[in-house]
């Protein structure tokens, strides 16, 4: 069974910074994709950025140059780095593996950019 637990959340000051971390158990994580999604209050869920195993990564327009993720497969963690934080990605975060058909989830950790 694989778990992933989110951290690195927190509140932030616009054009500020923060690193998630999502720590993954289990022996799939490096043959998985590794995605990170985010949904704000009163919006659907939207795909944020993803790595794949081979290390090919791609993100939403809305975070491109901001934002970057990475992973360390002997660490079985995937990291989102989001810097120039603006109100609009005030968000719950979620990271994602995906294999083949499954999809796990993480339990969210919680991103407020505000002054």
């Known amino acids: 069974q694989v778990q992933l637990v989110e951290s690195g959340g927190g509140l932030v000051q616009p054009g500020g910074s923060l690193r998630l971390s999502c720590a993954a158990s289990g022996r799939f994580f490096s043959v998985s994709t590794m995605s990170w999604y985010r949904q704000a209050p009163g919006k659907a869920r939207e795909l944020v950025a993803a790595?794949?195993?081979?290390?090919?990564?791609n993100s939403a327009d809305s975070v491109k140059g901001r934002f970057t993720v990475s992973r360390d497969n002997a660490k079985n963690t995937v990291y989102l780095q989001m810097n120039s934080l603006k109100p609009e990605d005030t968000a719950v975060y979620y990271c994602?593996?995906?294999?083949?058909?499954?999809?796990?989830w993480g339990q969210g950790t919680q991103v407020t950019v505000s002054s």
């Open positions: 994602n593996l995906g294999l083949g058909s499954l999809l796990y």
């Open positions: 790595i794949s195993a081979g290390g090919s990564s």
